[in-house]
């Protein structure tokens, strides 16, 4: 499909150079959460030249640029691009491909950087009715980075905010901007089970760990299926098991490793509270004891709510038109750290459109995985749109 009008008559053909220029930049040097120095250099200086009221370093790596609404006093809203990379080798064997060995941007973070770009030249061009803030965040993909740029204070005051994730999923040119649900919390927990060890001839003189660790990985299936209601989504996954030295040893210790996805916040202590209750029940059935640790300040799940969805689903539908704006085919239990800032800040999250026509649905954080180059489009336009009718409401 051909990128809908309403995107491609706001780009002339030196800024879509530009924009191109700067993602295949970005994608050539990826870069570690809170380690995006080189990023945010490049991104400083694409912002410095549409002269900002004011531009500021935030969270190590993350900025804050404010672009000039008509009117000084009106609200002040947010439009925000994560800008890190994952530790995957790539292997899409792209002309722009990762030079930087076993990182790469595997997840689409150099175009929602660029697309941030690009929505600051756009309400540059033709601003909003009050100030909007480009924030560039660092360290999505270890979950911190949101919290990180909130707890600076930059966003004090902010009264509406919009982001959105590349998705191959959806033809660029579609985008998902619905109410409900739309990510899920992402917490997780490390139980560690105390026993006593011995020679594995002689079982009776041991407290067998590993033993009471079979059991526990049964026993944690019961969470969703017994004590969640089945109306609600929840998924507890262990990912990782260790115990032991040798076939023929009785270790002291098994431990395993999970984590815990929700989209409601009683659903999500429900996870957090029957796991640890089941950990130490079965450790005492089995003569152990649980050391359950419980890391439950994981990203909240995202739940766009209905005002600023209505702002960014218009935006949307006024940018690729009305039957470009598709619904989720289903809910995504993966986690995003855009909701830190919707527990502050009403706003909307959205899916863009990243499969070329004829393309392969890819997931992301595959080594294979990139976006369509014309999403950046998309994303700028339909978030540029989003903050200047938050703006105009709110004023
Ligand atoms: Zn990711
Ligand atoms: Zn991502």
Not at 52 to 79: L, N, Q, W, Y
Not at 220 to 248: D, E, F, M, W, Y
């Amino acid at each position: 499909m051909p990128l809908p009008n309403g995107v491609t008559n706001q780009f002339d053909a030196p800024l879509r150079d530009r924009l191109v220029a700067l993602r295949r930049d970005l994608h050539r040097h990826p870069e570690l959460s809170f380690k995006e120095q080189r990023t945010a250099g490049q991104l400083e200086a694409a912002l410095t030249e549409l002269k900002p009221k004011s531009m500021k370093r935030i969270a190590s790596t993350g900025i804050v640029a404010r672009i000039p609404g008509r009117e000084p006093d009106a609200p002040v809203v947010a439009v925000r691009g994560d800008i890190d990379a994952l530790p995957v080798q790539e292997a899409t064997g792209l002309e722009y491909a990762s030079q930087t060995a076993g990182v790469m941007h595997a997840c689409g973070h150099d175009v929602h950087a660029t697309w941030a770009i690009g929505a600051a030249h756009l309400l540059t061009r033709n601003p909003a009715q009050g100030d909007v803030l480009v924030v560039l965040q660092p360290a999505e993909e270890i979950g911190e980075g949101a919290a990180a740029i909130l707890q600076s204070g930059a966003l004090d005051g902010v009264r509406a905010i919009f982001g959105g994730h590349v998705d191959r999923r959806f033809e660029v040119g579609q985008v998902v901007a619905q109410e409900g649900p739309l990510a899920a919390s992402a917490d997780t927990f490390h139980i560690v089970l105390h026993g006593t060890g011995a020679h594995g001839a002689r079982p009776h003189e041991s407290r067998d760990p590993v033993v009471g660790l079979g059991a526990l990985i049964g026993a944690l299936q019961t969470v969703v299926s017994r004590r969640v209601n089945p109306a609600a989504p929840a998924v507890v996954t262990i990912g990782k098991v260790h115990a032991g030295t040798a076939p023929n040893i009785i270790p002291d210790t098994a431990e395993l490793r999970g984590t815990m996805r929700a989209t409601d916040p009683d659903t999500r202590r429900t996870l957090r509270e029957e796991v640890k209750a089941i950990a130490e029940t079965v450790a005492a059935a089995y003569g152990l004891r649980a050391e359950a640790n419980m890391h439950t300040h994981g990203s909240p799940p995202i739940v766009n709510p209905p005002q600023a969805t209505a702002w960014a689903r218009a935006a949307a539908e006024a940018v690729v038109g009305v039957e470009n704006v598709v619904p989720m085919p289903g809910l995504n239990m993966g986690g995003e750290d855009f909701a830190f800032y919707m527990e502050r800040i009403p706003g909307c999250f959205l899916r863009i459109g990243a499969r070329e026509p004829g393309g392969k649905v890819i997931p992301a954080h595959a080594p294979y995985f990139y976006a369509a180059e014309e999403s950046i489009f998309v994303g700028a336009a339909v978030l540029a749109e989003a903050a200047r009718r938050a703006s105009a409401s709110l004023g």
